[in-house]
């Protein structure tokens, strides 16, 4: 499983979040709406009620800032998660070509094919 890049999983839901908290920021200034969603974004991402340019630009950001350590959190524990799991399953596989090699009597040279033979079982291949 491959490992995700910490910085830019964050990074990348930042600037989503971010765009969309200053689209829906935007469209709130300009048309005046005042929505359930406006009000409770206005309480979450720090910003005043009632809609500004200023309070816009400032929700924006700190939207891109709870998003960027809520992305960058996940993908850490992913890591962490694929980390374990691929010693665990490293593990398995070597235990298994131990006991291919010793089940056909210790034979000299084999490693590699009783380490993909050990592979195919383990993994279901």
């Known amino acids: 499983m491959a490992k995700l890049d910490v910085k830019a999983f964050g990074a990348a839901l930042g600037v989503v979040a971010g765009a969309f908290s200053l689209c829906?920021?935007?469209?709130?200034?300009?048309?005046?709406?005042?929505?359930l969603l406006s009000r409770a974004a206005a309480v979450v991402y720090l910003s005043s009620a009632r809609p500004t340019v200023f309070?816009?630009?400032?929700s924006s950001l700190s939207a891109f800032v709870y998003a960027f350590a809520i992305g960058s959190a996940i993908a850490w524990l992913?890591?962490?998660?694929?980390?374990?799991?691929?010693?665990?399953?490293?593990?398995?596989?070597?235990?298994?070509?131990r006991a291919i090699w010793e089940s056909k009597g210790k034979p000299e040279n084999t490693s590699d094919q009783d380490w993909?033979?050990?592979e195919k079982k383990v993994r279901g291949l």
Do not use: C, H, P, Q
């Not at 309070?55 to 400032?58: M, T």
């Not at 694929?82 to 298994?96: G, L, P």
């Open 78 to 97: 992913y890591n962490r998660i694929v980390d374990e799991n691929k010693a665990a399953i490293d593990k398995k596989i070597k235990d298994t070509a």
């Open 24 to 35: 829906l920021g935007t469209l709130s200034v300009f048309f005046y709406w005042d929505s």
């Open 55 to 58: 309070g816009v630009v400032f």
């Open 116 to 118: 993909k033979e050990a």
